[in-house]
């Protein structure tokens, strides 16, 4: 019913950068938050970045003013920039959307499948 579509992962430098998107699709009556989630090898998923159907974004001090979030809601796509990248940025990312579906009275979390982001020195 809802697929969430994510892109632009790869290899990159250290410094470099990047552009995440990720895209939903399905029979959506709103979107809510969305949001970007990192796992490393080894480590719990964390959050990177959230973003509500209003704009306020939120960023834990690892990324602030390396990463940026923002979502075209006419798309239902949400982006991630990432500037100055670092090899602990090395993860697959997960792209989050909460939502309600068409005929439903209540919202519902959606994961995309991830992309691989390696930053290497």
């Known amino acids: 019913q809802v697929q969430l579509v994510e892109s632009g992962g790869g290899l990159v430098q250290v410094g470099g950068s990047l552009r995440l998107s990720c895209a939903v699709s399905g029979r959506i009556f709103s979107l809510y938050t969305m949001e970007w989630y990192r796992q490393a090898p080894g480590k719990q998923r964390e959050l990177v970045a959230s973003?509500?159907?209003?704009?306020?974004?939120n960023y834990p001090d690892s990324v602030k003013d390396r990463f940026t979030i923002s979502r075209d809601n006419a798309k239902n796509t949400v982006y991630l920039q990432m500037n100055s990248l670092k090899p602990e940025d090395t993860a697959v990312y997960y792209c989050?959307?909460?939502?309600?579906?068409?005929?439903?009275?209540?919202?519902?979390?959606?994961w995309g499948q991830g992309t691989q982001v390696t930053v290497s020195s």
């Open positions: 973003v509500t159907s209003t704009g306020t974004t």
């Open positions: 989050n959307a909460q939502l309600r579906l068409t005929g439903r009275s209540s919202f519902t979390y959606y």
